[in-house]
C-alpha cells in the first residue's frame, strides 16, 4: 500500500464534522482547512471513505503543492509531480482549474498550462508524442490559493451526495450531505424522537435511519476510481463487505417526516424504499402547525423555505410564526432549524442558544440551535442509568 496525501472536500462550515467522521473510520493524521480535511492514507482508505463519508462531497488525491507566481513555476511545479505513476498511457485526464486572490488569476491559461506539463511528464515515461485519452478517467484539478496551486486528482466521480436513493426532486432539495451534517451538529441518537415537519423529498428522515442502521451511503453505488489500475477490485470489494458487516439491525425509531404537500410525500416514500429505510420512518401529509408527538423529549430538525423568490416573504414570515408556536408546545424537545431569513429568531421568539453558518447549494445560511432539557436518568434494577 501506498502512503497517500488525500483530500476529503466539503461545503463550508462542516469540515470538522468530516475530521470527525475521519476520525472514527480511523484516519486521525489529519488537517481541517476551510472547504477540506486533508489527510493520510493508502489505496484502501479512498475506498473506505468514498464508501463511508456521509458529509463530504469528494475525495481527492493531493499530487502536490507549491507556490505559482508564473506560468513557467506552475508548468515546471506540475511537471515534477510523480503523474506517471497513476496515469496509464490512455488516460483521459480533463484539467478543472480555480484560482483566488492569485496572480495568476486567468483559469483557461492555468488549465492548459498544467495539462501541457502532464503531458510532457508522461511523454518521458511512454515514449510517445500523442496520446489518445480513450482510458480511464482521471480528472484532475489545479486550485489556486493565493499564489499557492494545489494539484489533485478525484477518486469520487459524481458527488458523494449522490447515494443514489434519490432518483426524483422536489422544489429547492436539500443535498444529502448538509443533511447528515445537520443531524451529526445536533448529537440527535437513534434511541430519540426526531421530527422534520418540512420533509420535502424525505432527505433528512432518509439520511436519520441511515445513520442509525450504520449503512454506508456509498455501498450501493460506484466511484471513478474502480477503473484505475492502482485500484484492485479486491480493495473495493473487501471495503463494501465491511460495510455490509456494519449493518445494525434496527427497530422502533422514533423517525417521522412531514410536509403540506401530498406529492413531496409520495416522493419521500418512494425515496426511503429506494434507500431501504421506508420501515423505519412515518411519514405523512401534514401541515407544520398540527404535527404532534407522545414522546416528552426529541429533536426536531428541518429545512422550512426561506423565501427566496419575490412575493414569498410573507408567507415564509407567517410560516416562522408558526414554529414559534409548535416551539412553545415541544418545550422540552431540541430545535434545529437551518434558514437564510437573518431574523428568523425575532419571528420564533427565541433566541437560539447556537448558530453556525452553512451553505445550503449557494445561499448562504444560519443553522439555529434550540437545546431542550437532557430526559431525566431513571435507574433499572440492573444499575444501569437510562434516559426516555
Known amino acids: 500500500m501506498s502512503k497517500l496525501q488525500l483530500i476529503a ?25 476551510n472547504g477540506r480535511v486533508t489527510f493520510a492514507g493508502d ?27 508564473s506560468f513557467d513555476e506552475l508548468f515546471e511545479g506540475t511537471k515534477a509531480l510523480p503523474w506517471d505513476e497513476w496515469l496509464p498511457e490512455n488516460a483521459e485526464f480533463p484539467v478543472d482549474g480555480r484560482s483566488v486572490d492569485s496572480k495568476l ?29 480513450n482510458g480511464p478517467l482521471y480528472r484532475v484539478e489545479v486550485g489556486l490559493l493565493k499564489d499557492v496551486a494545489t494539484l489533485t486528482i478525484d477518486t ?25 451534517a445537520m443531524l451529526m451538529i445536533s448529537r440527535w441518537k437513534p434511541d430519540r424522537a426526531l421530527i422534520d415537519p418540512f420533509c420535502g423529498s424525505g432527505t433528512i428522515p432518509i439520511e436519520a435511519a441511515l445513520i442509525a442502521g450504520n449503512i454506508a451511503p456509498g455501498s450501493k453505488r460506484s466511484f471513478t476510481a474502480e477503473s484505475w489500475r492502482q485500484m484492485p477490485a479486491g480493495l473495493w470489494t473487501k471495503a463494501r463487505e465491511e460495510a455490509a458487516d456494519k449493518v445494525k439491525t434496527v427497530s422502533d425509531l422514533r ?28 411519514l405523512q401529509r ?22 427566496e423568490r419575490l412575493g414569498e416573504m410573507p408567507e ?15 418545550d ?16 420564533v421568539g427565541r433566541r437560539a442558544d447556537k448558530k453556525r453558518k452553512l451553505y445550503n447549494g449557494r445561499i448562504q445560511c444560519n443553522y439555529y440551535q434550540f437545546y431542550g432539557p437532557p430526559p431525566p436518568r431513571i435507574k433499572y434494577s440492573d444499575g444501569v442509568a437510562k434516559g426516555e
Open 105 to 133: 488569476s486567468s483559469v483557461p491559461d492555468c488549465q492548459a498550462i498544467v495539462k501541457k506539463a502532464i503531458v510532457e511528464k508522461m511523454k518521458l515515461r511512454y515514449k510517445k508524442q500523442w496520446f489518445d485519452e
Open 286 to 307: 401534514l401541515p407544520m402547525a398540527d404535527i404532534s408527538s407522545r414522546y416528552k423529549y426529541g429533536f426536531i430538525v428541518c429545512n422550512p423555505p426561506y423565501g
Open 156 to 180: 469520487t466521480g459524481t458527488g458523494l451526495h449522490k447515494r443514489g436513493y434519490r432518483t426524483l426532486n422536489t422544489g429547492a432539495p436539500l443535498k444529502e450531505t448538509l443533511a447528515a
Open 255 to 282: 423517525i417521522q417526516g412531514s410536509d403540506i404537500d401530498e406529492e413531496s410525500i409520495g416522493i419521500a416514500r418512494y425515496h426511503a424504499a429506494q434507500a431501504g429505510v421506508a420501515q423505519n420512518i412515518h
Open 9 to 33: 472536500t466539503s461545503s463550508f462550515g462542516i469540515e470538522a464534522v468530516v475530521g470527525r467522521e475521519l476520525n472514527w473510520l480511523g484516519y486521525t493524521d489529519q488537517h481541517v482547512e
Open 43 to 69: 489505496e484502501e482508505a479512498i475506498c473506505r471513505t468514498n464508501i463511508w463519508l456521509r458529509t463530504a462531497e469528494r475525495i481527492l488525491i493531493k499530487m502536490g503543492e507549491f507556490t505559482a507566481l
Open 332 to 347: 422540552t424537545w431540541s430545535f434545529y432549524v437551518i434558514t437564510s431569513y437573518m431574523d428568523f429568531e425575532k419571528l
Open 316 to 330: 415564509v414570515e407567517k410560516l416562522y410564526k408558526e414554529l414559534g408556536v409548535v416551539f412553545k408546545s415541544f
